[in-house]
């Protein structure tokens, strides 16, 4: 599944259940945040950013993919900034190795630092439940966890 294909997917799953879908991140934005995603020893698969700059940040449905910069609210509610988010999220410990790029009611979504690999973990336990075989797979598994 290629990034414009999860992007149109997320389209489709925002439009299927009533939410909106946000404009795309700007290129400074993007710029930023990988600059800022280095005190989390890494960047964001170049996949996630290719979708930030199709859509900055999304939530539908208890699913939720960070953006670029907070303060984009959507339904009501504000998604928080992927840097901030996972500042937050290290400060319990265990989540050194990733970087978490989205959340769903029992489940992270992350990119594993070490391998490149794309997790998905218990967000108690921090263990991984399943490790995808790309970016696009785990979009495309959390969407359909999440109808």
């Known amino acids: 599944m290629t990034t414009k294909d999860v992007a149109t997917a997320w389209r489709a799953f ?12 700007d290129p400074a934005a993007v710029a930023d945040l990988v600059a800022r995603s280095a005190v989390l020893g890494g960047a964001p698969p170049p996949e996630f950013l290719d979708l930030l700059r199709d859509q900055n940040g999304g939530e539908v449905n208890g699913l939720r993919f960070f953006p670029a910069r907070s303060g984009r609210p ?4 504000e998604l928080p900034d992927l840097v901030e988010v996972n500042l937050d999220m290290r400060d319990g410990g265990g989540l050194a190795e990733h970087i978490v ?3 769903g009611c029992i489940c992270l979504r992350a990119l594993h630092l070490p391998s490149g690999a794309v997790h998905e973990l218990d967000r108690v ?20 966890a999440h109808r």
């Open 14 to 25: 925002a439009a299927e259940l009533g939410y909106p879908v946000l404009a795309g991140a």
């Open 74 to 77: 959507t339904g009501g509610t």
């Open 101 to 103: 790029l989205g959340e």
């Open 125 to 144: 336990s921090l263990d991984v439940i399943v490790v995808h075989p790309s970016f696009g797979a785990l979009m495309a598994a959390a969407m359909d």
